[in-house]
């Protein structure tokens, strides 16, 4: 079994920045891709951000050139680089990985942008 920690959601004005966190533990061989997702209260679950093992990346239309994904396999850990934040960013966002054909989520971390 494989548990995957959200942290650094919180409230931000518009324009500013945050750093979201994943840590996986557990039973950790091998995590494949890791990524993040978003969902605002009435609408589908988005994918944001995702990175491979060996680092290449993707990115929603709507958070390229703001957003970074990075992670650090040494630590089983993802993180989410959020600049010039919006208000339509606001969310819960969820942290996703893939071990040996099985997919495990995050609770998720609420991210509020607002004046």
């Known amino acids: 079994q494989v548990q995957l920690v959200e942290s650094g959601g919180g409230l931000v004005q518009p324009g500013g920045s945050l750093r979201l966190s994943c840590a996986a533990s557990g039973s950790i061989f091998r995590l494949n891709t890791m990524a993040w997702y978003r969902q605002a209260p009435g609408k589908q679950r988005e994918s944001v951000a995702a990175?491979?093992?060996?680092?290449?990346?993707n990115y929603a239309d709507s958070v390229k050139g703001r957003f970074t994904i990075s992670r650090d396999n040494a630590k089983n850990t993802v993180y989410l680089q959020m600049n010039s934040l919006k208000l339509e960013d606001t969310a819960v966002y969820y942290c996703n990985a893939d071990q040996s054909g099985r997919v495990y989520w995050g609770q998720g971390t609420q991210v509020t942008v607002s004046s």
């Open positions: 990175i491979t093992r060996g680092g290449s990346t």
